[in-house]
């Protein structure tokens, strides 16, 4: 078996695709030396090398020590210099690397081969004493702690004395003769500690360096990083064994880190920094402050044009932007690393773009490297990335789920009424709320952020920001809100109402005070691309909307239709006419309030009309586009009042006695809302409801339709169970239907379905499917129902189901992004089933994974028609959709 693999003088024995048995920087250093680039010689040991190593006692295989012998002529040879040498002495670096990135788990030790010989040699060849000696003391510190494992406290300790007495404070301060005296105190304490004397034989030091670095892969810390991260099945760290090239030998040396194109804008421009007479840690450590590359090609114009040639060819080579990192020694420029480099999401967009149009990648690829939240971060406002860390710290309040990104500043109110009080005097406001119903609709809407105490990610408060992507932290445990004094409390600390709070959606903080915001802005490319995604996906994307707004908003960002109207959003709030959202209000409550039909009837006689003036503006929206309006479905106690005061209020305005109004409310009471009387049970129970909310839509597409407007409604029966159930709710529907038709004589398509939401619906899909027309799934409900989570009440626990230092029972909250093998597995059964009888049955889902990439993939590869989103999740879902096809494709073609 061979276990050393050189590279150097333009040729190299491993290449970029070895990273399992070289480690990423091994391969990295290989591929870059195979195309020519300048890369310092050297030789990595392999992983496979390593397991064997810890497995056999920290032995090595009897082969090594020949193989490490001969790669170690070779670099000598290659370089022209001798390991310890004293008279050109080649100093080496030895490093971990892995197949994974764990930065900083391991060890490194820095110029090898130094010794009392080899150092005045150096100091000779480079005629600087200083640079020296520094070298050697820093290689006799990072031997003494990483290969013997002396204290580094100790030494540091020393080095501080050193300076002390030396009276100097930065260590550039320090002349030759400090670190010589420093070199001599460093090895006497390895003297007293060890009994042995600090290694001056190069290769007794190579064989100590390379021990350690395998020795360091089982250390605690690589260990835990590994199972956090969960990293498993790799053999182990590579050793990387490269020749010294400094960067801090005088003013024709420096180092530098530059990006083959610019990662804020994206622009095609050559953008780095440059540090002359310094080494790498420097321009990490920020201390002093870099040139720009433009800067360096005026002082070093032979160094940057060859470095204009390397950014070209590694652009080319790995057809993506690179982050590299390179040393000028002496004039002579050495590539130390390159990778795909990281970028803002505007930049994410034009670089893909414009690669495809370069012809660097193809349009499908170009697609595939965007990923969700590149998008998310293009809509939303963000807490301004200048913000300092240590002044977001100071500030924090509490903490929650990330339900809806963004962020968001404004003054905190605790009750929805106040702070549509507050927002009509312009003021900007957050709403805080233990959790949010449908009766705060109107506070909510007004709030520039929502923040409740409990809740996941399809609870109300999220599932309303979401579709009017507004930001929006639920589950925030420990926010203790007292409605009575009006404060919040959290973490030792008290908000009161009127005082300002920031939200960061992104990361589920809230921040006291007002902090920056920045809003980034849409880039031309994010239009191509889109576009472009538009070309490849099959897949149908619709939009979640209850208002004429939200469905101009939906198509902006390229919804085909809408997939879900929760008509019940529309009871409590007039978003065109907010000073009549009372008048709703009461006409509602006056509907629940009522005892008998005739008395119901007469309430949802003075809901209609508006149901009907909603209905048109959306469809009037979407022009011809697809509807599915959905019949109401929360439990009634939802719209009810149940406060005292305001029952009272209620009852003198409808003029029944106050008694009434508390029974009815106390009747209404459920221990399981979620699993009682909504969705169409209650059309079972009140079909007055149903025949109200069918006229509306019927006569709201006949008034379309006469002022030529196409409209394409399809009336949807929510939570259905039973085939039956259906039967009975879709002859109503198509009977109130037909009566408007023939009253207004004007002919208008239809259609009549259900969603998918009740486990038992999916499961005899086939029977359901003989009367609806089109299934949508609504998987919010089926995953609730499936997996036994209440909506409302699991974000108490499911983040730990989530954490991976917890219980890590999923990898996502089910709320978030299907089930795939659960809930997925229902969904499934129900296409397959319903298609068994009705084999063009229309299929979509509405829940909120139809704005999830992963669930929007799966929806794909079962056959669904289309997914419907919130309208900012639009465009993420015509992402998905696009990729989904791709990576059919790429499967395909593996498979074949
Ligand atoms: C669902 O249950 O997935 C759904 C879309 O309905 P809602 O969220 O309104 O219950
Ligand atoms: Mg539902």
Redo the contacts with the bound molecule.
């Keep these: 078996m061979k276990y050393v693999y050189f590279f150097g003088a333009k040729k190299a024995e491993g290449d970029g695709t070895m990273k399992e048995l070289l480690g990423g920087k091994g391969a990295g250093l290989a591929e870059m030396t195979r195309i020519g680039l300048p890369v310092p010689a050297g030789f990595t040991i392999s992983t496979e090398c390593c397991d064997y190593y810890l497995k056999h006692d920290r032995k090595y295989p009897k082969a090594l020590a020949a193989e490490v012998k001969k790669n170690l002529s070779r670099l000598e040879k290659v370089t022209n210099k001798k390991l310890g040498d004293a008279k050109d002495p080649l100093l080496v670096s030895v490093r971990s690397g892995s197949a994974r990135s764990m930065p900083g788990m391991m060890e490194t030790i820095l110029n090898l081969g130094l010794n009392p010989k080899s150092v005045e040699a150096l100091a000779r060849n480079t005629k600087n004493d200083r640079f020296a000696w520094d070298a050697y003391r820093r290689f006799v510190q990072m031997y003494s702690t990483v290969v013997i494992g002396l204290a580094k406290e100790e030494l540091e300790e020393k080095l501080r004395g050193m300076k002390s007495r030396r009276r100097v404070k930065d260590d550039t301060q320090v002349p030759a003769e400090g670190w010589r005296e420093l070199v001599g105190e460093y090895k006497q304490y390895f003297q007293s500690k060890t009994g042995k004397d600090f290694p001056d034989d190069p290769e007794e030091q190579l064989w100590g360096a390379i021990g350690a670095v395998f020795g360091s892969w089982m250390a605690e810390k690589a260990a835990t990083y590994r199972r956090v991260e969960r990293i498993t099945g790799l053999l182990g760290t590579a050793v990387n064994v490269v020749q010294m090239v400094f960067g801090n030998t005088g003013e024709n040396s420096g180092t530098g880190v530059c990006f083959t194109r610019d990662p804020s804008t994206g622009e095609k421009s050559f953008y780095g920094d440059f540090l002359v007479n310094a080494q790498g840690e420097d321009v990490v450590a920020g201390i002093r402050t870099p040139m720009h590359l433009s800067e360096m090609a005026a002082r070093m114009p032979g160094v940057y044009k060859q470095l204009e040639k390397v950014r070209v060819l590694l652009e080319k080579h790995y057809r993506d932007m690179q982050d590299m990192e390179f040393t000028v020694e002496e004039g002579k420029l050495y590539m130390l690393q390159t990778r795909v480099g990281k970028r803002t999401p505007a930049a994410t967009f034009k670089m893909a773009v414009d690669m495809a149009k370069e012809g660097l990648i193809s349009k499908e690829e170009a697609i595939e490297r965007i990923k969700p939240e590149d998008i998310d971060r293009l809509f939303f406002p963000i807490v301004d990335p200048s913000t300092s860390k240590s002044d977001l710290a100071k500030r924090k309040f509490t903490s929650g789920m990330n339900a809806v990104p963004g962020a968001a500043v404004g003054k905190a109110v605790f009750s929805a009424e106040e702070a549509e009080e507050m927002a009509s005097h312009g003021e900007k406001v957050i709403l805080v709320r233990r959790e949010t119903s449908p009766e705060d609709v109107g506070g909510m809407f007004v709030a520039q952020g929502i923040l409740t105490a409990t809740g996941g990610k ?1 609870s109300h408060a999220a ?1 309303v920001a979401r579709g009017w992507g507004k930001c929006c932290i639920v589950g925030a445990e420990h926010l203790d809100i007292d409605y009575g004094l009006k404060v919040a409390r959290s973490n030792g600390r008290t908000v009161h109402q009127g005082d300002w709070i920031t939200l960061d959606g992104n990361d589920g903080i809230v921040y006291e005070g007002q902090v920056k915001l920045s809003a980034p802005e849409l880039p031309d490319a994010f239009t191509t691309l889109m576009n472009w995604a538009d070309g490849v996906r099959k897949i149908g994307v619709r939009t ?1 909307a209850d208002t004429p707004y939200d469905a101009k908003k939906a198509r902006e960002m390229g919804a085909e239709g809408i997939g ?1 109207v ?1 008509t019940e959003h529309m009871f409590f709030k007039d978003f065109d006419y907010p000073e009549m959202s009372v008048e709703r209000q009461l006409a509602i409550q006056e509907m629940i309030i009522a005892d008998t039909p005739e008395a119901r009837r007469k309430a949802l006689g003075k809901l209609l009309p508006y149901q009907r003036r909603d209905f048109t503006g959306i469809f009037k929206a979407m022009d011809g586009l697809p509807v599915t309006i ?1 019949l109401i ?2 439990p009634l106690h939802e719209f009810a009042p149940h406060e005292l005061e305001q029952q009272r209020e209620l009852a003198d305005k409808i003029g029944v006695d106050v008694e009434v109004v508390i029974r009815r409310v106390a009747q209404l009471h459920e221990a399981n809302p979620m699993l009682g009387h909504r969705g169409c049970r209650l059309a079972i129970t009140y079909p007055e409801i149903l025949e109200m909310q069918v006229r509306a839509i019927m006569e709201a597409a006949v008034e379309c339709k006469k002022n030529g407007v196409k409209v394409l409604p399809e009336i949807m029966i ?2 259905t169970m039973d085939r039956k159930e259906l039967q009975i709710l879709t002859d109503a529907t198509n009977r109130v239907a037909q009566d408007v038709i023939r009253e207004s004589k004007v002919k208008v398509e239809y259609m009549v379905g259900t ?1 998918i ?1 009740v486990p038992r619906a999916a499961l005899l899909a086939d029977e359901i499917a003989e009367v609806a027309e089109f299934f ?9 129902m499936g997996m036994g989570l209440s ?1 409302d009440d699991a974000g108490r626990f499911l983040p730990e189901y989530v954490d991976e230092k917890k219980a890590a029972i999923f990898s996502e909250d089910p709320f978030q992004s299907l089930d795939v093998k659960g809930v997925g597995m229902l969904t499934r059964w129900g296409i397959e089933r319903g298609r068994s009888v009705r084999p063009k049955l229309k299929i979509g ?5 139809g704005g999830d990439a992963p669930s929007v993939k799966f929806c794909h590869q079962v056959g669904m028609d289309y997914v419907s989103a919130s309208p900012f999740r639009v465009p993420v879902a015509r992402l998905a959709a696009a990729q989904a096809v791709i990576e059919e494709r790429a499967a395909k073609k593996k498979k074949k």
């Design positions: 399809t599932v979640n879900l929760r959905r479905d929360p929510p939570l969603m939401e949508s799934f609504g998987t919010n409900d089926l995953t609730q909506r889902i509405c829940g909120e994974h």
